[in-house]
Structures are given as C-alpha cells and as structure tokens.
C-alpha cells in the first residue's frame, strides 16, 4: 500500500487561508469517507483534527475544515496563526481492511 | 481523562525482537480499537496494525505480515505490540492509538521509541 501523495510543504502569512491536498486512489481516499487529518508538532504525538473527511473533534478550531473529491481529500486552515506551524498528516481507510497515512506536509506561517 | 501510557525506550540488536506495551485508563479498554503506528525519525508516519481489545482480533499492514503480534490483558487495560527480526529500518517512535469505528484517533499514547542498533 503506498503513501498518501502530499505537497511538502506549504506556507501563509497570519491571517491567511492554506489548502493542504491529499490525493489516493479509488481503493482509498475514493472509496471510503474514512478520511482523517492530524497535526504533529515537534517531539509530540500526532493530535486528530478531522475525521469522517470533513468532520472536527470537539475542542478543535472551526478554523479548520476538510473536504473531499473524487480520490483527493483537502484540508483548509483558514485565518493562519503562529501555533498552526506543524506537520500535517492525512489518513485513510483502504479495502483489504487496511490503513494509510499520507506523505506528510510541512505548514510554515511566515 | 483518557490517558493512554506506554513503555519506556528500548535498545535492541539487529535480529532481536521487541515488545512494547499500552496501559490504557478513563475509558472503557474494550470499547475502542488501538493502532499501532510508528515514525523513523525525520519521517512521516506509518501503520503497523490494530488490535480489538474485546475480542483480541487483529489486522496488520502488509508489510509486517508474520513478523508483527498484537495482544491485549483485559485485566489490566493493556495492549501489546511485539515485533521481531529486527533491524537498523525498524528505528522508530512507535505510537499506540485509540481508535474509533470511523478509522480515526482521537487520542495517542505518548511514544516509545525503538533504537536498533549493533
């Protein structure tokens, strides 16, 4: 199974609206609306922030939303902040009952 | 609160094997899923597996097929992952996950890192 394809990175001044896109196949990303997004700071464990494709966990910022289409899923961050510098992951369920993580993007808040 | 505590950083050498373990508490241990997912240091992450803390099933990702175990202790809420035939690319963070029907965790252990090394 191979990686979820992600840019490496993406940046944005405060206040400005990122799109960090997440493209699969149709045996992934196309197929299934088990699509997820995490945030890893440094030295920390990853922390979910969609689930479900375009879903927010309680406690997490409505400044953060996904989407999906076709086998490409996106995360929006919009009005950027200095602590939304991280690495971002995004995940999803594949068929054989298995799991995918993609390659990872760098969000830098310049 | 959900807390999900793992052991400490072990040391191996190439061809040992390695299991590493997940106290899980504030929540009920067999109601959830737990992954396994590892990062080499300066690397994206990777999924090893999921075990089903009620009924000890598990599903692996392929690549860790015959060399990966996942158990579980009911009695003590604790979840074990033990890989074997180590070697130096086996070098990671190895993080455990609760996970929910949707494929998604919501909350992560903090870590344990695996060094593999003569």
């Known amino acids: 199974q191979s990686a979820l394809t992600q840019p490496a990175s993406v940046s944005g001044s405060p206040g400005q609206s990122i799109t960090i896109s997440c493209t699969g196949t149709s045996s992934d990303v196309g197929a299934y609306n088990y699509v997820a997004w995490y945030q890893q700071h440094p030295g920390k464990a990853p922390k979910l922030m969609i689930f479900d494709v375009s879903n927010r966990p309680s406690g997490v910022s409505n400044r953060f939303s996904g989407s999906k289409s076709g086998n490409t899923a996106s995360l929006t961050i919009s009005g950027l902040q200095a602590e939304d510098e991280a690495d971002y992951y995004c995940s999803s369920y594949t068929s054989s009952i298995s799991y995918v993580f993609g390659t990872g993007t760098k969000v830098t808040v310049l | 609160q959900v807390q999900l505590v793992q052991s400490g950083a072990e040391v191996k050498k190439p061809g040992a094997s390695v299991k590493v373990s997940c106290k899980a508490s504030?929540?009920?241990?067999?109601?959830?899923?737990l992954f396994w997912v590892r990062q080499a240091p300066g690397q994206g992450l990777e999924w090893v597996g999921r075990?089903?803390?009620?009924?000890?099933?598990?599903d692996f990702a392929q690549k860790f097929q015959g060399r990966v175990t996942m158990t579980r202790d009911t009695s003590i809420s604790t979840a074990y992952m033990e890989l074997s035939r180590l070697t130096s690319d086996d070098t990671a963070v190895y993080y455990c996950a609760r996970t929910s029907g949707s494929w998604s965790s919501d909350y992560w252990g903090q870590g344990t890192l695996v060094t593999v090394s003569s």
């Open positions: 504030g929540y009920s241990f067999t109601g959830y899923y």
């Open positions: 075990i089903n803390p009620s009924s000890g099933g598990t």
